[in-house]
T-cell receptor, first 116, second 114 residues
């Protein structure tokens, strides 16, 4: 299995809702990432988990809360989002200790989030 | 800090034309270089990569050579198809060990007309 699976593919939520994005991989990768991508822009790193521990938080607002329950799963809990948070949210995975990133990341197909 | 510069798009070509998308980089270390492709409405796919000078990455008819002397990693394809229409991102990774982060170019939109 060489895929990263993200659910749901599309999500519309109100500003008072609580929702979660899910990401799963079975490649044995021990680093997992959340990215945010606005239209026509490169992805922006949000969070990095290494061996199920949060290692990087790129100053993301607290209305985004990541969770890594085990080595295969990554969640992003959403609460009280703003319309400007509407974007494509991408999950990715990689081996964390492979030197200069020889193998690249494997990305999921993303969740397209619309906040109304 | 490290950075990646790509040619601005959109790049519009006719089917079967030759494609070049320029990418240059600055890095303090000895980076690995990548091209990712994003088809409309989809996530990112790793297209090809190179980890040391003079390496050539190739996939699906696309090629790019890691040129340390010119700090470049230009993407080429000899004969493009309509299905190649997508956004192409050049990226580098410059961390020697542990988790690594990708530094992204701005992306180049490619439009292929039949």
């Amino acid at each position: 299995d060489t895929e990263v699976t993200q659910t749901p593919k599309h999500l519309v939520m109100g500003m008072t809702n609580k929702k979660s994005l899910k990401c799963e991989q079975h490649m044995g990768h021990r680093a997992m990432y959340w990215y945010k991508q606005k239209a026509k822009k490169p992805p922006e790193l949000m969070f990095v988990y290494s061996y199920e521990k949060l290692s990087i938080n790129e100053s993301v607002p607290s209305r985004f809360s990541p969770e890594c329950p085990n080595s295969s799963l990554l969640n992003l809990h959403l609460h009280a989002l703003q319309p400007e948070d509407s974007a494509l949210y991408l999950c990715a995975s990689s081996q964390p200790t492979e030197g200069r990133g020889r193998y690249g990341y494997t990305f999921g197909s993303g969740t397209r989030l619309t906040v109304v | 800090g490290d950075s990646v510069t790509q040619m601005e798009g959109p790049v519009t070509l006719s089917e079967e034309a030759f494609l070049t998308i320029n990418c240059t980089y600055t890095a303090t270390g000895y980076p690995s270089l990548f091209w990712y492709v994003q088809y409309p409405g989809e996530g990112l796919q790793l297209l090809l990569k190179a980890t040391k000078a003079d390496d050539k990455g190739s996939n699906k008819g696309f090629e790019a050579t890691y040129r340390k002397e010119t700090t470049s990693f230009h993407l080429e394809k000899g004969s493009v198809q309509v299905s190649d229409s997508a956004v192409y991102f050049c990226a580098l990774s410059d961390h020697p060990m542990g988790n690594y982060q990708l530094i992204w170019g701005a992306g180049t939109k490619l439009i292929i007309k039949p």
